[in-house]
């Protein structure tokens, strides 16, 4: 069983970048489908972008797609989430998952999730 440790968030202006890590603790992520997902308070989980198996097959949901971008580096078995032109409508928790099965844009499809990372974007 895989711990998934997100690291990376805090808070940042309009415009401005940040990279969330996740890296995995007591398991292999290769060998996972990687995805990320986001909270804003008082709204549900939502699909933020996933990374298959094989590094370089992504999709992203429309509202992050051009801005952020999904990376792994297997050696140091993390996964990555790279923000630009970031807006204060990404404020949210972000969280990442592993999925034994497809990579996929629905949260009940993944087997391990992190405990989140506080993302603040001021305007």
């Known amino acids: 069983q895989v711990q998934l440790i997100e690291s990376g968030g805090g808070l940042v202006q309009a415009g401005g970048s940040l990279r969330l890590s996740c890296t995995g603790s007591?398991?292999?992520?290769?060998?996972?489908?990687m995805g990320w997902f986001r909270q804003a308070p008082g709204k549900e989980r939502e699909f933020v972008g996933y990374?298959?198996?094989?590094?370089?097959?992504?999709a992203y949901a429309n509202s992050v797609k051009g801005r952020f971008t999904i990376s792994r580096d297997n050696a140091k078995n993390t996964v990555y989430l790279q923000m630009n032109s970031l807006e204060p409508e990404d404020t949210a928790v972000y969280y990442c998952?592993?999925?034994?099965?497809?990579?996929?844009?629905?949260?009940?499809?993944?087997?391990?999730w992190g405990q989140g990372t506080q993302v603040t974007v001021s305007s």
């Open positions: 007591g398991g292999t992520i290769s060998m996972y489908a």
């Open positions: 998952a592993a999925n034994w099965g497809p990579a996929s844009r629905f949260d009940d499809q993944y087997d391990y």
């Open positions: 990374i298959y198996r094989s590094a370089g097959i992504t």
